[in-house]
């Protein structure tokens, strides 16, 4: 499978300088986003995952600050740009027209002094893809139509508070898609939504990527999103990627021990079980992480070598790779 890559990250950290000490959030992290692909980042909550989407269009604010690496974007094939090289007013037309968010919540996300049509608007408007408000206000109702927001006339006019959480979360995929752009990033789109009104925004996101010819980086903590639907999936803990692989192989033969705890941790409902799986121990402290490979305190499989020495992420079978001793041996 050769990649065409559309985001190339490589050995990126980021830290947050804070009154404890500094908080290694990001430690050496590479990868590359093909385009036109569903590619995940996938770990616990807490492992850098939404950090380091954030970093690739350098939305990173004291106490954080990237420390070092290189983040490529190639607007078609066999152009580049380098992200960490470009102005404020470059990046300020970069994010929301070339690359664009899904942020966490909604309700956040969403301004409540402002109705959502006039907020749907106003992206386009700073993009110049609209001349006023108005023009915005009607080109607004277009694209809240194209979320499928029910009855969108009556929604462009209604303030955040007066919708209902699903409402909210069209309404932001609908500000994030307003500019045309070539790679989405949704963060965990799904959050504190219930499960039906879940599959039907993913169904949304996975067609209007697929009429747009999309890329989607999906931000996820679900295995079961995961499972349905990507490509391929990044396993990220502690502030590293610890396993990558096509999405099948992944499921199929799970090379980390951590990647294999996360998966047995997900209940089957066709097995009749007393005690749900879990992984013993805890999320280590990035201000002080453990030395060696960051998961060995809570590894069933480490030995002595783990414990001192970080182990590389290499690929160990075709476009499958793990950090992990193990495969050394």
Known sequence: ME????????????????????VKAIDGVSFKICRGETYCLVGETGCGKSVTS???????????????????????????????QLSESELRRLRGEEISYIFQDPSAALDPLYVLGYQVGETMLAHKRVKSVKEGMRRAVEVLRTVLMPDPEKRASSYPHELSGGMKQRGVIGISLSNNPKL???????????????????????????????????????????????DRVAVMYA??????????????????????ALIRAVPNPTRRIEKLEHIPGTVPNLVKPPPGCRFHPRCPKAFDRCRVEKPPLK???DHHKAACWLYEE
């Open 315 to 317: 690929e160990y079978s």
């Open 54 to 84: 954030r970093a690739i269009t350098r939305l990173i604010y004291p106490p954080g600050r990237i420390v070092s690496g290189e983040i490529y974007y190639y607007p078609e094939p066999g152009k580049r740009v380098n992200i960490m």
């Open 184 to 230: 989405l990033i949704a963060d965990e789109p799904t959050t504190a939504l219930d499960v039906t009104i879940q599959a039907q925004l993913m169904d949304l996101l996975l067609d209007l990527k697929r009429e747009r010819g999309l890329t989607l980086l999906l931000i996820t903590h679900n295995l079961g999103l995961v499972a349905e639907y990507c």
């Open 3 to 22: 990649c065409d890559p559309i985001v190339e990250v490589k050995d990126l950290r980021v830290y947050f300088y804070t009154y404890a000490g500094v």
């Open 239 to 260: 502030g590293n990627i610890v396993e990558e692989a096509p999405v099948e192989e992944l499921f199929e033969k799970p090379l980390h021990p951590y990647t294999q």
